[in-house]
Nanobody, 124 residues
Framework: QVQLVESGGGLVQAGGSLRLSCAAS????????MGWFRQAPGKGRAFVAA????????YYADSAKGRFTISRDNAKNTVYLQMNSLKPEATAVYYC?????????????????WGQGTQVTVSS
């Protein structure tokens, strides 16, 4: 089992940047594929990005390509999401998730563990 804690959210103006972090407990972080999702008010949880066990493969939603970067540091049990050129439509609660497989990677059902989320608000 793994526990996840997100941080780094906040209020930023459009065009600004934020770096989210997700710290995991335990000694098995490197055995999990990690993903970032976001949930805007009144909407479902949407895929943003995912990174495989050693970072060899990375996947992005179309909305994230070119502006967001996912990375991980297995020595620190942490996955990051660098978000640049933020737009107001990026306003949401951002969650990190952990899974041991690549099955259903872009969907919330593909993840076994979730953090509590961190709020990102982008003002226009």
């Amino acid at each position: 089992q793994v526990q996840l804690v997100e941080s780094g959210g906040g209020l930023v103006q459009a065009g600004g940047s934020l770096r989210l972090s997700c710290a995991a407990s335990g000694r098995t972080f490197g055995t999990y594929v990690m993903g970032w999702f976001r949930q805007a008010p009144g909407k479902g949880r949407a895929f943003v990005a995912a990174i495989t066990w050693s970072g060899g493969n990375i996947y992005y939603a179309d909305s994230a390509k070119g502006r967001f970067t996912i990375s991980r540091d297995n020595a620190k049990n942490t996955v990051y999401l660098q978000m640049n050129s933020l737009k107001p439509e990026a306003t949401a609660v951002y969650y990190c998730g952990a899974t041991r497989t690549l099955v259903r990677l872009p969907t919330p059902l593909g993840y076994d563990y979730w953090g509590q989320g961190t709020q990102v608000t982008v003002s226009s």
